[in-house]
């Protein structure tokens, strides 16, 4: 089984080497390695070229924003399961995709998704929050629950049955794909109980107040989209879930 990874970055040349290193070190054979660099103006694109052949595929030009690079990277996938890494995130240990793919061939599934720990930006030993999803039940969007975005497995035939990320949406694309593919359509999920990824505290949907409040708003226009109704408490629900996410450091 062929995995692709696909990096987006901008301007992101502090943290990406972190991030190439952590993929380029997985046990797994079988790995395809798309970095979409968005034209950055700092270093990026020559820390991604000392790399050499070892990137698969690697595409710097002006985009969209995020969700549009994201799709650029999906369309040059080949591989049969598709997993996203962030260039301010890194993968925990190096046999996170192999244990990935154990799980795919034993379940069957459409997609795979696990722990996360945010670390902080500075001294990425430091964990911020920790992350423990747990098992999905169908239904668990309508209290506020999502998985991790960026310990998402999912195969390409779902990418190219349901559609890419939407560019409707700033903030909340990765929000309204996973609620269209899981909550709407219903594939088939899997849950692996341990940390895949370590990603740098402040993303750009939690990094402001004024970000989450538009973030929320977002959330609500994902439902739409999809021509679904949450609870009155559902988008209330999401960010105070996250709460649990600082109990460990208590």
Same mark, same amino acid.
């Given at each position: 089984?062929?995995?692709?990874? /696909?990096? *987006?970055? $901008?301007? +992101?040349?502090?943290? /990406? ?15 395809? @390695? ?12 020559? &820390? ?8 698969? #595929?690697? *595409? ?6 995020? $969700? ?28 996170? &995709?192999?244990? &990935? ?10 997609? *795979?998704? +696990?722990? /996360?720990? @945010? &670390? ?6 430091? /964990? ?7 098992? @999905? ?9 999502? !998985? ?6 999912? #195969?390409?035939?779902? %990418?190219?049955?349901?559609?890419? %990320? ?8 990765? @929000? ?8 709407? $359509?219903?594939?088939?999920?899997? %849950?692996?109980?341990? *940390? ?23 959330? #609500? ?9 949450? %609870? ?8 105070? #879930? ?5 109990? !460990?450091?208590?």
């Amino acid at each position: 089984m062929k995995i692709t990874i /696909i990096t *987006v970055v $901008y301007n +992101g040349g502090k943290t /990406i080497g972190d991030t190439i290193d952590s993929v380029l070190s997985q046990t797994y054979p079988d790995i395809e @390695y798309i970095v979409i660099d968005g034209n950055s103006t700092d270093n990026s694109a020559d &820390v991604i070229r000392s790399y050499g052949s070892r990137i698969t #595929r690697f *595409v710097s030009e002006p985009d969209k924003g995020l $969700y549009d690079a994201i799709n650029k990277g999906l369309r040059l996938a080949t591989g049969e399961v598709i997993g996203l890494i962030n260039a301010d995130d890194f993968y925990k240990h190096d046999q996170v &995709v192999e244990k &990935v793919v154990n799980l795919f061939n034993q379940t069957g599934c459409d997609a *795979v998704y +696990g722990d /996360i720990i @945010y &670390v902080n930006a500075t001294n990425v030993e430091k /964990i911020d929050r920790n992350w423990k999803v747990g098992e @999905y039940k169908e239904g668990d969007f309508l209290w506020g629950w999502m !998985p991790p975005h960026p310990t998402c497995f999912i #195969r390409r035939s779902v %990418y190219e049955k349901l559609g890419n %990320y939407t560019l409707e949406l700033k903030s909340s694309s990765d @929000y309204e794909l996973l609620l269209r593919f899981i909550h709407k $359509y219903k594939i088939k999920i899997s %849950y692996l109980p341990e *940390v895949l990824v370590a990603m740098r505290s402040g993303g750009m949907s939690n990094a402001t107040l004024k970000h989450r409040f538009r973030a929320n708003r977002e959330d #609500r226009q994902a439902w739409k989209i999809n021509g679904l109704r949450p %609870y009155f408490f559902t988008l209330f629900l999401k960010p105070l #879930r996250k709460l649990n996410q600082l109990l !460990p450091k208590l």
